[in-house]
């Protein structure tokens, strides 16, 4: 006798790919529910001021009369004032003194982090309070150990008998006084960001370098640098960013003085003082452009040469 033939029946392919195409509709519309309260924010907080900004650093405003258009001339005037481009300097000497030294800190500070002994732990959250503390406290708090007649730093100094500078009034120390603040309020974040990376790193690399023979100051060149370059970039741009935008620090520790030091006045400062203090919203937005630009050219240019130092695995 034959064997009973067995029929199967498949579903028409236009009844699934209708399917998939109902699951990818589904998919993509919960997808953009989820990522809903991100776009609303960004856009509300983010992209409307920035373009709101843009269209008022064409314009002459007082925040309260109706913007009067006048073209470029906000621009112009900047080429022309000193003290724009005095902050601009002061802003770039302050990320020329902070970046480096922030980012060379952190990284030793992270491979010592990353190392195995009793109460790590400990050590990893007493580097990173200053970042979670508030730039209120720290700011407050610097300027009373930079503070000239009864600071605990120039206390110190004069038990050793060394000199004892006018830390935030006198034009050589103060710029240098924030510097310090900033690198010991951020190391930490950094620290944590390139710790995270030196834990990705497999130890096999290491391993291998020990049976070669390889020291520490080899494996460190050799290995966990070029393993860390992803992290350091970031880092790297991230600092440049943030150094570039520097506010709370100089407005707490120098603004309530009876004049503002020049050499610590940045680009931020002068666009809050400029719009909020002096209410010329027009000039102070075109200061806040020529800053995104700046910005924006300076990242690029990191983006462009990361291709040829940045390693990844």
């Given amino acids: ?52 900004s843009l269209f008022l650093s064409f314009t002459s405003w007082d925040g309260l009369t109706s913007p009067q258009f006048i073209g470029l001339d906000n621009f112009a005037n900047l080429m022309k004032d000193d003290k724009f481009t005095g902050s601009m300097l002061n802003t770039m000497m302050y990320t020329v003194g902070t970046v480096p030294l922030s980012v060379a800190l952190a990284t030793v500070l992270a491979v010592l982090l990353n190392q195995k002994i ?96 390889a020291g520490t100051l080899y494996k460190f060149f050799r290995i966990t640098l070029p393993l860390l370059t992803p992290s350091l970039f970031f880092v790297l741009v991230m600092s440049f960013i943030n150094s570039f935008q520097v506010f709370d620090l100089i407005f707490i520790m120098m603004d309530q003085q009876t004049t503002m030091l020049e050499s610590t006045r940045t680009v931020v400062y002068s666009i809050w003082e400029d719009g909020f203090k002096y209410f010329n919203m027009g000039y102070a937005s075109a200061q806040a452009f020529i800053l995104f630009i700046v910005i924006l050219i300076i990242t690029m240019v990191q983006m462009y040469i990361q291709k040829r130092w940045v390693h990844y695995q």
């Fill in 1 to 52: 006798m034959s064997s009973p033939i067995t029929v199967t029946t498949e579903p028409p392919k236009t009844t699934t790919k209708r399917k998939a195409g109902k699951l990818a509709v589904h998919e993509a519309m919960w997808g953009y529910i989820f990522i809903l309260p991100v776009v609303l924010g960004l856009g509300l907080f983010y992209m409307a001021p920035s373009a709101a």
């Fill in 118 to 213: 009793k109460g790590m732990v400990f050590y990893r959250t007493f580097y990173f309070i200053p970042v979670i503390t508030m730039p209120i406290a720290v700011g407050m708090v610097w300027k009373w150990l930079y503070n000239s007649e009864f600071g605990l730093i120039n206390h110190v100094l004069g038990i050793m008998n060394l000199p004892q500078p006018n830390w935030l009034f006198d034009e050589r120390f103060a710029l240098f006084s924030i510097v310090l603040v900033s690198v010991w309020s951020s190391i930490g974040y950094n620290a944590v960001i390139l710790l995270s990376g030196l834990q990705g790193i497999s130890g096999s690399y290491y391993e291998a370098a020990s049976l070669d023979g």
